[in-house]
């Protein structure tokens, strides 16, 4: 199988790797990479476990092939604290028990964060909104979207 | 949250103090983070890749197995047939002293449901494996199937499952269990109505967000470290350790994470096989379940038919209660023949009944093998049940809160199973359920409690 080279920055630092083509991302970032924290739960684009966000975008990794990631710019969720401090976002779905298995949270978190950064005081129909694409089987809908929203109140603390 | 602590005054223990007090998940930092590690998060050199061939017959005899071309596509590492599996027939509950062993690891003459496994297939990658299970030939003959509960119980219906002999799981008190408790014909003959009605329900999947699989990497000395999903760990260990005739010190699994589960992971199926995977190539194997092969492989919630009938005064009172289950197993047992006796414990419900009748069937069907799912067995009898108690209470114009608070046992009161009840607190909550639902009911229902001085 023919092997292209890819190069991109994870969470702010540069990899390059020859991966077969054709290999999604996801498996890329899971299995040649290492940043395990993208879940695969359905491998077709319909549970949200495998969101990471490209470019600023918020993208199903399961769904994209590494190969068109070239000089792209990839956040996951391994990459979001900082210094070990959480993100706001990170410390919300603790406190408000967002989640149960953990197996969607990761998913989750960029969903929210991309509705975040650009919209940093979301009503809650924006947030189910923007969480419409991500299934969680265990905790209930109810603490994510209040995970969200109290995010976004912490962030506009920050910020004024 | 309230902790109330008037009721129960004066027996409780009052030295609780962790109810009440909200506590951090342990694991949920490493949830937040992506740290925590799924049994798919375990990666090692030179894994090979497990796609099990399937039966695409609903019942039918394997006349022949063909696997050379399959073995000759690139990349394929080993094919497995029933043949290699070292103990083939199993049952889960065994363990238990729960037979008869009445499942196949891999499908040795027949295939008893559409989705079963039949012929492992091991490559060096995804593709690979995916693209030889495809040239595996199987000749089948179709045979005659059965998919509902009621004709797989007549005589003459196609025999699913020949390590039972019959279509229902034979219990040490015959085809169904019982609860015989007082005269339950006397009871309708003096109740002022009868109520019988029927309630059924469909399979249900469980759905968990990560599906079903594990990891294995074999260590040297013939041991070997599984990292699975299991909900079960030592039924999986114990019953992998019977399948492939290895004692359990040789053994080692890593759980624990579960990505969802509901009750689907507590089945034994990905393991062994994936076990005997590796000890037969020396390499390590993982075997995960497509989406697809978690919507339609992995054990439903069983489909389930209650009838029930039952005599009423017009009081209020149940005098007689009446209750013919019926579990559809689909082809296996794995946890079926439970999941209907706990129905037969559970068809009395809450309340104090003076004459029972119950029996509840264990079928077999040319079905998926449904098995464990939250409270199976007991939770579509409970919506039977209590959707039974409205339509009762309906039947004499009475209020369907109240006229739980008449039936609701107490302390002291002697169960249907010949247990007198004790630590009862059924009033208490229907009480408390009263207040929040602003569903006001009668100062004597407020005044009742279910502890009894002496019972
Ligand atoms: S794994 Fe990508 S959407 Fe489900
Ligand atoms: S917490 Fe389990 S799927 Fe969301």
């Given at each position: 199988m023919a092997k292209v080279p890819v190069q991109f920055t994870l969470n702010g630092s540069e990899k390059a790797e020859f991966i077969d083509s054709g290999t999604t991302l996801l498996n890329a970032l899971r299995d040649k990479i290492g940043d395990t924290s993208p879940k695969g739960g359905c491998h077709q684009g319909t549970c949200g476990a495998c969101s990471v966000i490209i470019d600023g975008e918020l993208r199903l990794s399961c769904l994209t092939l590494a190969e068109t990631c070239n000089r792209a710019a990839i956040t996951t969720t391994s990459g979001l604290a900082e210094g070990g401090v959480l993100h706001p976002l990170q410390r919300a779905f603790l406190d408000t028990f967002a989640t149960q298995c953990g197996f969607c949270t990761p998913g989750m978190i960029m969903a929210a964060k991309v509705l975040l950064d650009h919209t940093p005081d979301p009503s809650r129909d924006e947030v189910v909104e923007a969480l419409s694409g991500n299934i969680c089987r265990c905790t209930g809908y109810e603490p994510i979207i209040q995970a969200v929203l109290t995010a976004a109140r912490a962030n506009s603390q920050n910020a004024a | 949250m309230e902790l109330r602590k008037n009721y129960f005054a004066d027996v409780r223990k009052d030295d609780l103090h962790e109810i009440g007090q909200?506590?951090?998940?342990?694991?949920?930092?490493?949830?937040?983070?992506?740290?925590?590690?799924?049994?798919?998060?375990?990666?090692?050199?030179?894994?090979?890749?497990?796609?099990?061939?399937?039966?695409?017959?609903?019942?039918?005899?394997?006349?022949?197995?063909?696997?050379?071309?399959?073995?000759?596509?690139?990349?394929?590492?080993?094919?497995?047939?029933?043949k290699d599996v070292p103990h083939n027939v199993y049952t889960i509950l065994i363990l238990i002293q729960i037979g008869p062993e009445d499942e196949t690891v891999l499908a040795d003459g027949k295939v008893r449901w559409k989705g079963e496994a039949v012929v492992a297939v091991l490559a060096e990658t995804e593709r690979a494996a995916q693209?030889?299970?495809?040239?595996?030939?199987?000749?089948?003959?179709?045979?005659?199937?059965?998919?509902?509960?009621?004709?797989?119980?007549?005589?003459?219906?196609?025999?699913?499952?020949?390590?039972?002999?019959?279509?229902?799981?034979?219990?040490?008190?015959?085809?169904?269990?019982?609860?015989?408790?007082?005269?339950?014909?006397?009871?309708?003959?003096?109740?002022?109505?009868?109520?019988?009605?029927?309630?059924?329900?469909?399979?249900?999947e469980h759905a968990p967000t990560e599906t079903t699989g594990c990891v294995v990497a074999p260590e040297g000395n013939d041991r070997f470290t599984c990292y699975t999903n299991t909900q079960a760990m030592f039924f999986t260990l114990d019953n992998t350790s019977i399948i492939l005739q290895m004692?359990?010190?040789?053994?080692?699994?890593?759980?624990?994470?579960?990505?969802?589960?509901?009750?689907?992971?507590?089945?034994?199926?990905?393991?062994?096989?994936?076990?005997?995977?590796?000890?037969l190539t020396g390499r390590p194997v993982c075997f995960i379940y497509s989406r697809e092969?978690?919507?339609?492989?992995?054990?439903?919630?069983?489909?389930?038919?209650?009838?029930?009938?039952d005599g009423v005064m017009k009081d209020g009172r149940i005098v007689a209660r009446k209750v013919t289950g019926y579990t559809d197993a689909g082809a296996y047992s794995r946890h079926s023949p439970y999941g209907a006796q706990k129905g037969a414990g559970h068809y009395p419900g809450p309340y104090t009944i003076p004459n029972v009748w119950i029996d509840t069937y264990c079928v077999y069907t040319n079905r998926t093998p449904s098995s464990a799912m939250r409270g199976f067995g007991v939770t579509i009898g409970d919506f039977a049940l209590e959707v039974q108690m409205d339509?009762?209470?309906?039947?004499?114009?009475?209020?369907?809160?109240?006229?739980?608070?008449?039936?609701?046992?107490?302390?002291?009161?002697?169960?249907?199973?010949?247990?007198?009840?004790?630590?009862?607190?059924?009033?208490?909550?229907?009480?408390?359920?009263?207040?929040?639902?602003?569903?006001?009911?009668?100062?004597?229902?407020?005044?009742?409690s279910s502890y009894r001085k002496g019972a």
């Open positions: - | 909200p506590r951090p998940r342990s694991d949920s930092p490493g949830h937040v983070t992506g740290k925590t590690a799924f049994f798919a998060d375990r990666n090692f050199p030179g894994m090979l890749h497990l796609k099990m061939v399937r039966s695409p017959h609903h019942h039918a005899r394997i006349r022949s197995i063909d696997t050379s071309q399959a073995e000759k596509h690139p990349g394929v590492v080993k094919v497995l047939t029933a693209e030889a299970a495809a040239k595996v030939k199987v000749d089948y003959e179709v045979l005659p199937a059965v998919f509902d509960m009621e004709e797989a119980l007549k005589p003459g219906a196609p025999l699913v499952n020949e390590y039972h002999g019959q279509n229902y799981y034979l219990y040490d008190s015959g085809e169904c269990r019982k609860v015989r408790f007082g005269d339950v014909e006397a009871g309708f003959a003096g109740a002022d109505h009868i109520l019988e009605q029927s309630y059924q329900s469909s399979p249900i004692p359990g010190s040789k053994l080692h699994f890593v759980g624990g994470t579960v990505g969802g589960g509901f009750g689907g992971k507590v089945d034994v199926i990905v393991e062994p096989i994936a076990i005997l995977g590796a000890k092969e978690e919507m339609q492989i992995s054990s439903p919630r069983a489909a389930e038919k209650v009838i029930i009938k339509k009762l209470a309906r039947l004499i114009g009475m209020d369907p809160l109240e006229f739980r608070f008449i039936n609701a046992y107490r302390d002291g009161d002697m169960k249907a199973h010949r247990q007198p009840t004790e630590g009862a607190a059924l009033i208490e909550c229907m009480q408390e359920a009263s207040r929040a639902a602003n569903w006001p009911v009668a100062e004597k229902f407020m005044a009742m």
